[in-house]
């Protein structure tokens, strides 16, 4: 247990398999199966330590641990992208748990299981009866930020749309908070809204804090201010974009608009030192060749 707690999952493996290897005591060997699946699940091995927690599950006495050993088989299942089965797994688990502190997060992980199985229609109803019936969980904003991605991905904008007012409107303070302003945005832009939408990304981006939604927001506010015929304010905001974020996966893209509209521009020699700071500082992008 030391070991594992130190991190040395490969090591308290180890000293877990002698224990169920040397002794026959019913309540070590269920914990040794449970710290087994931990290590096992840390060394990115989840199939293994699926079945070393539904191992631990079957053996514990202690209610409270066979609950926590069933949860993390369902876990595991799920890390290994056996969606079917984690959906299996977290029902189950509900309902033999409903009063237990998981019951909520294993409602939701089977409704994300249903989701990346494919079963969206059901997925959908579960994430807004999780929202519906929680809402001032933690799981609230998050199951309905859920539904509404599902809602994108069939390109339903319209809903999608709604469903992101909702977030804002009934979870204003949650951390999915800002994903839903950084969507609400861009169903505004894909609609040619590009003042409403530059408002949401401006929002999102001041301030300079760092995560995945002020990048994308800050990389959407020089693509508003071009579309608004702002050219000049577009190009202060893509020189600030690569100044504040130079290893974005957006970086070649703002670097080479840059040089393109420099180019246009006529000014060609700004332009050149734009395009060779594609391809020296991005030489992997496919835009480096295009760059030289």
Known sequence: RRLLDAGRHADALGGFQNHLDAYEDPSGRAE???????????LKR???????????????????????????????WFA??????????YEAF??????????LRAAFL???????AGRTDEALVRFAAIESRSPDTPLAPQAALQRVRILESRGA?????AGHEAILARHPA?????AARLGRGLIRYRRGEFDAALKDFDALAAGGSAGAVPEH?????????????????AVRVCREFIARHPASAWAPDVQFWLGEHAYNLGDFATAETEFLRVAEAHAASPLADQAL
């Open 157 to 161: 904008w319209e809903e999608a749309l």
């Open 32 to 42: 040794a199966q449970m710290g087994k699946g931990w290590c096992l699940l840390e």
């Open 217 to 233: 927001a800050a990389f959407m506010r020089g693509w508003c201010l071009y579309l608004l015929g702002r050219d000049g304010d």
């Open 110 to 116: 089977a409704a994300e299981s249903l989701n990346r």
């Open 80 to 89: 290994n992208g056996q969606y079917a089965t984690a959906f299996d797994r």
């Open 46 to 76: 989840p199939a293994e330590a699926a079945a070393a927690f539904e191992k631990a599950a079957e053996q514990m006495a202690d209610p409270g641990r066979r609950a926590e050993a069933e949860f993390k088989a369902a876990d595991a």
């Open 174 to 178: 949650s951390a999915e908070a800002g």
């Open 94 to 103: 509900g309902k033999a748990h409903p009063d237990s502190p998981l019951a």
